[in-house]
């Protein structure tokens, strides 16, 4: 089970950060990557950023210069840290799991959870 | 910009087939395998399709899929008023450094 955390609200220029506490097993799983996708109504989903436990992680080109992912295997979550924030990121916010090519799922995002809503307003 | 195009709606009646398109390019789902989801209203999206084809356990086989080239589908058969949702197609684009894309989604009104 995934189950993110936010601030709700934050201001322009501020950075959001988010956490998301993963249950039923351990993050330090090479057939797993973790990551972030947001949804809006203007964009859809957009893929954020995805990372292994061993902190190798991959971003969208889009984000990458203000978006930073990284895992806390001691308390099995995944973050994202995302800087000067603009309306435009306004979204919900999913933490995801996704199989490698040596997961049963492979390539595909198969566990999501129930998302955070993130609003950028002053 | 890489981009996958779904149809905005669609819509069927109870028991009905119904198929939605997913159209991409040579960068994206000509090389790369296709993951369809269903999203339930004010729900998050939920696996239906991996692999291009392949049902994660517990899906039900009314729904499958195919690709051909750089076009891949979704077909619900038998419809029922919960298959009421939007469907998004998703794969890994190969340019720009590499990104993980999806489709604006279809809206299946039963």
């Known amino acids: 089970r995934l189950q993110e955390s936010g601030p709700g609200l934050v201001k322009p220029s501020e950075t959001l950060s988010l956490t998301c506490n993963v249950s039923?097993?351990?993050?330090?799983?090479?057939?797993?990557?973790w990551g972030w996708i947001r949804q809006t109504p203007e964009k859809g989903l957009e893929w954020l950023a995805t990372?292994?436990?061993?902190?190798?992680?991959h971003y969208n080109p889009s984000v990458e210069s203000r978006v930073t992912i990284f895992v806390d295997t001691s308390k099995n979550q995944v973050s994202l840290k995302m800087s000067s924030v603009t309306a435009a990121d306004t979204a919900v916010y999913y933490c995801?799991?996704?199989?490698?090519?040596?997961?049963?799922?492979?390539?595909?995002?198969?566990?999501w959870g129930q998302g955070t809503v993130v609003i950028v307003s002053s | 910009q890489p981009m996958l195009t779904q149809p905005p709606s669609t819509s069927g009646t109870p028991g009905q087939r119904v198929t939605i398109s997913c159209s991409g390019s040579?960068?994206?789902?000509?090389?790369?395998?296709v993951s369809w989801y269903q999203q339930l209203p004010g729900m998050a999206p939920k696996l239906l399709i991996f692999?291009?084809?392949l049902r994660p356990s517990g899906v039900p086989d009314r729904f499958s899929a195919s690709k051909s080239g750089t076009a891949a589908s979704l077909a619900i058969s038998g419809l029922q008023s919960e298959d009421e949702a939007s469907y998004f197609c998703?794969?890994?684009?190969?340019?720009?450094?590499?990104?993980?894309?999806f489709g604006g989604g279809t809206k299946l009104t039963v």
């Open positions: 998703a794969t890994w684009n190969d340019n720009l450094g590499g990104l993980w894309l």
């Open positions: 990372i292994l436990y061993t902190g190798s992680a």
């Open positions: 692999g291009d084809y």
């Open positions: 039923g097993g351990s993050i330090t799983t090479s057939l797993y990557f």
């Open positions: 040579d960068s994206n789902i000509g090389r790369n395998p």
């Open positions: 995801t799991r996704r199989g490698t090519t040596a997961s049963p799922v492979r390539n595909a995002f198969d566990i």
